[in-house]
């Protein structure tokens, strides 16, 4: 009888430890809960913006319908920035037809140095649907914007396209733009070159490794006020867009622009020149553009 309690008392105390065991691999599998990188963001401390004017708002105004023989009825876009304490733009809001509901966010967050470090892209539901890396040379200058999007699988995120900017001399910028979809080997490639007064004179655009553009842009400058001159954003994207990088790179604010093609290596221009309407108040800053933009500022300390 004894040796059959041991028995019994021993076989016990196995399945005990064997459930243990069990029970310990299990707790080890189950998922760790999973970090969203994007939002652990600790603020540096960057240097402080010089107060002064800084834009507000932009809305875009367009006909729903070109036949509408009712000229108030319009569709448009809304884009409202919000600034910190330190002058930064620290987010700002994408809103659709008549501007009524809630906005779709886009954060900025910066480097050590107050440079744009990265932009994270919000849906209404507060879904980081996408966000841009942004780095840098030793001169502080743009050198790689790297766009990742959402997966298929709503928790892992893929790069989607980067481009790569070089500076061959004081003149001239270059940018490699690759993408996806061409497997990240045939990248656009695109030159700006500039003028005596610091502006992007033009920008010539070329397929992957040919020799001969398929198309380009000459600008037009004038000495007033940029909308955006405080932004710090190295690029300004909406539906409709109208900060263009060549004027970002440049010291004017652009008022137009003759776009050409090629064909069989001759340039050909691609209709007449395009011009701004653009309205200016007292201090030099457009308020409005051909009718359909109209810009707000706010002064800030």
């Known amino acids: 009888m004894k040796t059959s309690y041991n028995s019994r008392k021993l076989t016990t105390i196995l399945l005990s430890l064997l459930l243990m065991g069990l029970f310990a691999a299990c707790k080890q599998e189950e998922p760790k809960p999973r970090i969203d990188y994007l939002k652990l963001y600790k603020e540096p ?8 004017r800084f834009l507000k708002s932009i809305a875009y105004q367009y006909p729903v319908d070109s036949l509408t023989p009712n000229p108030e009825l ?37 480097n050590l140095t107050g440079l744009v470090s990265r932009i994270k892209y919000f849906d209404p539901d507060s879904t980081i649907t996408s966000f841009e890396l942004f780095e840098y040379n030793t001169l502080k200058k743009l050198s790689r914007i790297s766009r990742y999007d959402l997966a298929d ?13 070089t500076y061959p001399n004081l003149e001239t910028i270059q940018e490699l733009r690759y993408v996806k979809i061409r497997q990240f080997d045939r990248p656009f490639r695109d030159i700006y070159a500039y003028d005596t ?81 653009d309205v200016y108040d007292d201090l030099g800053y457009p308020v409005s553009r051909n009718g359909k933009i109209f810009y707000n500022y706010i002064d800030l300390e």
């Open 45 to 52: 401390n960057y240097p402080k913006k010089t107060g002064g």
């Open 153 to 165: 699988d709503r928790v892992n995120y893929a790069l989607a396209s980067y481009n790569l900017f």
């Open 197 to 277: 007064i610091a502006n992007i004179r033009d920008k010539v655009d070329y397929e992957y490794d040919t020799k001969v553009p398929y198309a380009s842009t000459e600008f037009i400058y004038n000495a007033k006020k940029r909308p955006f001159e405080n932004l710090g954003l190295p690029v300004y994207e909406t539906t409709y867009d109208d900060f263009q990088l060549s004027e970002i790179f440049s010291k004017d604010h652009l008022i137009g622009f003759q776009a050409y093609t090629y064909e069989d290596s001759v340039k050909v221009k691609s209709g007449e020149a395009q011009s701004y309407e």
């Open 74 to 110: 319009v569709d448009g876009i809304k884009v409202e920035f919000f600034y910190n304490k330190k002058n930064y733009v620290n987010y700002y809001k994408i809103y659709g037809t008549g501007a009524d509901h809630v906005g779709r966010q886009v954060r900025i967050e910066y």
